[in-house]
């Protein structure tokens, strides 16, 4: 499908700069963008590549110059590209339907225009709310509930009892309501703890690829609307993320932890058991946030233990001055025992 420059300008509320009725087929990338195509630039160094592309058309920051390009000046250019994004490429949307290879309980509660595909499960008492998609192999445990418009992609299961809110999307091969890892030890060997719970993932939420989010021990582990994971999560029993917090790549929380609102966990950060995080926080990449820990709201902490960002600095800039302050102090230990030995020669005389 394509849309004139005017047509995008509208849809994302810029201001044009040259030919408005410059007909664009698709976005890319500067690197790769073509006469009939879109694309951005946001920084000094964009600018510079954008008015050396081969893009037709560029959204920029308002102030930005290019007279041999048409140009859609906007505010907040990258939110700009990304809704032209979408308009060029709307979310693919799967035949509603059954596919025949699909087993669904008696007993399960099907909305209007939802897609099940093959080899999909859907067991007892489950309800699946309207225009939810389904895809290949995806296994929906007792009583669980998906609400309207949400995609489940193929190979995802999900244990019994989970509640799954509307618009919410979830990436293949994710499990959702294991057990909680919970044991205590007796007579030399460990004894599993029940997990009585569930898992609550409210609106908007989106779960990555292989992700792994286990049930509560009681109660729920809740993760709150408009949260999103990336791949190979892994969020442990009775744990809460709060809503639009961004978990990244390898992140794992352990039991009991409070995530709050919009905080950032980057990648590789491990979450010890009954940590809390305060709003707005962010936590840089590979930290350790350590067990009872509690990181203030709007804090940017870094290392292990997770400190903030400029305290973790000094110290490793301290600790880099530590060989020379090694070498230092050799020296002045020798000077020290040649001043001692001068001493003691000095007080045997004849």
């Known amino acids: 499908m394509s849309y004139t420059v005017a047509d995008i300008a509208r849809e994302v509320g810029g201001q044009v700069v040259g030919d408005p009725a410059l007909l664009l087929q698709t976005v890319n990338s500067l690197e790769l963008a073509r006469p009939d195509e879109l694309s951005f630039a946001t920084s000094p160094k964009h600018f510079k590549d954008a008015l050396g592309s ?9 102030g930005f110059a290019c007279p041999a390009k048409t140009v859609i000046l906007h505010d907040q250019p990258k939110v700009a590209f990304v809704k032209a994004m979408w308009l060029f490429h709307p979310d693919r949307v799967s035949a509603a339907g059954i596919h025949p290879s699909a087993v669904v309980e008696a007993s399960a509660t099907v909305g209007r225009e939802v897609s099940i595909g093959p080899h999909a ?17 995806v296994v929906v445990g007792e009583r669980v509930q998906i609400g309207e418009g949400s995609v489940i992609h193929p190979n995802v ?23 909680g890892f919970g044991f205590v030890f007796e ?33 729920s582990t809740v993760i ?3 949260a999103k994971t990336d791949n ?49 926080a962010t936590v840089a990449g590979q930290s350790g946030v350590v067990s009872g820990q509690r990181i203030e709201s709007h804090q940017t902490v870094w290392g292990l233990p997770a400190r903030p960002l400029e305290e973790t600095k000094r110290q490793l800039a301290s600790l880099a001055l530590l060989p020379k302050l090694l070498e230092r102090l050799h020296k002045l230990e020798e000077r020290l025992e040649a001043l001692e030995d001068a001493l003691r020669h000095s007080k045997v005389g004849p």
Do not use: W
Request: net charge neutral; proline share 1%; glycine share 16%.
């Open 54 to 62: 081969n893009a037709g058309c560029v959204i920029a920051p308002r």
């Open 121 to 137: 499960v859907i067991g007892k008492d489950a309800r699946i709310g309207d225009r939810a998609r389904l895809g290949s192999g």
């Open 157 to 179: 299961t999900l244990y019994h009892d989970i509640m799954i809110g509307s618009r919410v999307v979830i990436h293949g091969g994710t499990v959702i309501g294991a057990d």
């Open 187 to 219: 007579g030399g060997r460990q004894l599993k703890v029940p997990q009585l719970g569930n898992v609550v993932i409210e609106d908007d939420v989106e779960i990555g690829a292989n992700c792994t989010i286990d049930r509560a021990t009681f109660g």
């Open 224 to 226: 709150k609307r408009g």
């Open 232 to 280: 190979l999560v892994h969020i442990a029993h009775n744990v809460i993320v709060g809503e639009h917090s961004l978990l990244v790549a390898q992140v794992g929380i352990a039991g009991s932890s409070k995530i709050g609102s919009h905080v950032t966990l980057a990648g590789q950060v491990g979450v010890a058991d009954n940590a809390t995080i305060g709003d707005y």
